[in-house]
């Protein structure tokens, strides 16, 4: 069984650092491409980064994320990775990592219960 | 960046009832569609995906449609665990965008 597990989240002031982990089991984790998406208070979702399979080559981040936010992997561990730096009053949200079903990118099937990351001072 | 569109924005219904949201893309996604149910404090569930295609272990009662620019769910007799807040989602192109959610709730 597929399960996905976000910790990391917090209270942090604005400007500061956080990083998200998912600790990921139930499949072959080298092999899906994952996301992180978020939803803040009482909003919609909106995804934030993406990262290949095997190596994680391949990253992608969102325009409100670029330069800030950095997805990483590491296969040996099963884990996925947020490293979220200079974060803002609208980085307040709920953190969900999402495994990709294995037919391109973004088709998830599978997602955490997500982390709650609160940014204020 | 591809938007996504969906009506209505909430609706009440009856259990029993044929429920149908729509999703419009602002541009052509082919099939590349998904649909998700959220409940209150829990992640996202998918339901259909590339546009038509149940996922296992989802309830026949849903259904997907369209391609394209226009996507419709459709939940043939609603029962009391459907209500909840839906979204569709393309897989087109980076960024992956979702609509803003259509809140199904009880009349």
């Known amino acids: 069984e597929v399960h996905l597990l976000e910790s990391g989240g917090g209270l942090v002031q604005p400007g500061g650092s956080l990083r998200l982990s998912c600790a990921a089991s139930g499949f072959t984790f080298s092999t899906y491409d994952m996301s992180w998406v978020r939803q803040a208070p009482g909003k919609g979702l909106e995804w934030v980064s993406a990262?290949?399979?095997?190596?994680?080559?391949?990253?992608y981040h969102a325009d409100s994320v670029k330069g800030r936010f950095t997805i990483s992997r590491d296969n040996s561990r099963n884990t996925l990775y947020l490293q979220m730096n200079s974060l803002r009053a609208d980085d307040t949200a709920v953190y969900y990592c999402?495994?990709?079903?294995?037919?391109?990118?973004?088709?998830?099937?599978?997602w955490g219960q997500g982390t709650l990351v609160t940014v204020s001072s | 960046d591809i938007q996504m569109t969906q009506s209505p924005s909430s609706l009440s219904a009856s259990v029993g009832d044929r429920v149908t949201i729509t999703c419009r893309a602002s541009?052509?996604?082919?099939?590349?569609l998904n649909w998700y149910q959220q409940k209150p404090g829990k992640a996202p569930k998918v339901l259909i995906y590339a546009a038509s295609n149940l996922q296992s272990g989802v309830p026949s009662r849903f259904s997907g449609s369209g391609s394209g620019t226009d996507f419709t769910l459709t939940i043939s007799s609603l029962q009391p665990e459907d209500f909840a807040t839906y979204y569709c989602?393309?897989?087109?192109?980076?960024?992956?965008?979702f609509g803003q959610g259509t809140k199904v709730e009880i009349k």
């Open positions: 541009q052509s996604i082919t099939n590349s």
């Open positions: 990262i290949g399979g095997s190596g994680g080559r391949n990253t």
């Open positions: 999402a495994k990709d079903r294995g037919s391109g990118w973004y088709n998830f099937d599978h």
């Open positions: 989602q393309q897989s087109y192109s980076t960024p992956a965008t």
